[in-house]
């Protein structure tokens, strides 16, 4: 089992920006994938980003490249979203989820590839 924690969303002004925290409960936090996805109001929720965790490698859907960059302490079982130049389309909760990465044909962005799920987060973004 592994419990995820969000924290650091809150209301933003347009062109501005914040930083998303996850802390995972984990022994192996590296076997994890790490994603976060958001789900604004009336709208299916939605990959944002992910990490691999033997290699790094990220993942970004379209709509946030350049804007948003996902990282991970290792030492302190922790994944970051840090979101620049936000716009009010970046409204909704975000959610931190767990893959794990040992399992052949996993797929970043499919939702039910992770089994893990943190509470989420609020992010506004005013314009």
């Known amino acids: 089992q592994v419990q995820l924690v969000e924290s650091g969303g809150g209301l933003v002004q347009a062109g501005g920006s914040l930083r998303l925290s996850c802390a995972a409960s984990?022994?192996?936090?590296?076997?994890?994938?790490m994603g976060w996805f958001r789900q604004a109001p009336g709208q299916e929720r939605e990959v944002v980003v992910a990490i691999r965790g033997s290699d790094s490698t990220s993942y970004y859907t379209d709509s946030v490249k350049g804007r948003f960059t996902i990282s991970r302490d290792y030492a302190k079982n922790t994944v970051y979203l840090q979101m620049n130049n936000l716009k009010p389309e970046d409204t909704g909760v975000y959610y931190c989820?767990?893959?794990?990465?040992?399992?052949?044909?996993?797929?970043?962005?499919?939702?039910?590839?992770?089994?893990?799920w943190g509470q989420g987060t609020q992010v506004t973004v005013s314009s």
């Open positions: 984990t022994r192996t936090f590296s076997n994890y994938i």
């Open positions: 989820a767990a893959a794990y990465d040992l399992q052949s044909g996993i797929r970043w962005s499919n939702p039910r590839h992770y089994a893990y």
